[in-house]
Nanobody, 127 residues
């Protein structure tokens, strides 16, 4: 069982930046692929970014060039650096991890591929 706790959300003006953190309860974060998802009111959950065990990354088209996902296995933490934020980025952001032992180079982008989820952190971007 892996517990995930997100932090770093808040209210920011359009064009601003935020860094989300996801602290995992495991000491072997390197065994897991990780992802960030978001869900806006009235919309389905969507993948924002994902990172493989080896550090390979993928991004939703809507955030490419503005968001960066990274991981620090020694700290058991995954980050999402968000820049040039737009009002349409407003959502609850969730951190998720796969089961351990997933292929080292695989970057999962479907929610069903993730096994553990955090409680979410609200990000609100004002005009």
């Amino acid at each position: 069982q892996v517990q995930l706790v997100e932090s770093g959300g808040g209210l920011v003006q359009a064009g601003g930046s935020l860094r989300l953190s996801c602290a995992a309860s495991t000491r072997t974060l390197s065994d897991y692929a990780m992802g960030w998802f978001r869900q806006a009111p009235g919309k389905e959950r969507e993948v924002v970014a994902a990172i493989s065990r080896s550090g390979g990354t993928t991004y939703a088209d809507s955030v490419k060039g503005r968001f960066t996902i990274s991981r620090d296995n020694a700290k058991s933490t995954v980050y999402l650096q968000m820049s040039s934020l737009k009002p349409k980025d407003t959502a609850v952001y969730y951190c998720a991890s796969t089961c351990n032992g997933i292929s080292r180079y695989y970057v999962p982008i479907q929610g069903r591929e993730y096994h553990y989820w955090g409680q979410g952190t609200q990000v609100t971007v004002s005009t």
